[in-house]
């Protein structure tokens, strides 16, 4: 089993900056992907972004060049850095990790609202 918190939400304006972090329970180098979601409200929860135990990453097209999604094995942390924010970027970010044994595992989300 994995707990998973984020943490690094906010608000911010229009072309701002945000990281954020995905501190992991247990070590997250052998699990076999781990990623950011997000879901706006009305809206269903949508991949944001996902990396490998391996290190390969992947992008929605709507987040491409503008986010990067890194990991700390030695940490056992996540991160997202999100640059050039859009306010249709505002949602809840969730963390998700999942096993090579098939399991899932959720955060509880961290909000993050591009406003003016």
């Known amino acids: 089993q994995v707990q998973l918190v984020e943490s690094g939400g906010g608000l911010v304006q229009p072309g701002g900056s945000l990281r954020l972090s995905c501190a992991a329970s247990?070590?997250?180098?052998?699990?076999?992907?781990i990623g950011w979601y997000r879901q706006a409200p009305g809206k269903q929860r949508e991949l944001v972004a996902t990396?490998?135990?391996?290190?390969?990453?992947n992008y929605a097209d709507s987040v491409k060049g503008r986010f990067t999604i890194s990991r700390d094995n030695a940490e056992n942390t996540l991160y997202l850095q999100i640059s050039s924010l859009k306010p249709e970027d505002t949602a809840v970010y969730y963390c998700?990790?999942?096993?090579?044994?098939?399991?899932?595992?959720w955060g509880q989300g961290t909000q993050v609202a591009v406003s003016s």
């Open positions: 990396i490998t135990s391996g290190s390969n990453a």
């Open positions: 247990r070590s997250i180098s052998g699990i076999y992907t």
């Open positions: 998700n990790a999942r096993t090579y044994g098939g399991f899932s595992y």
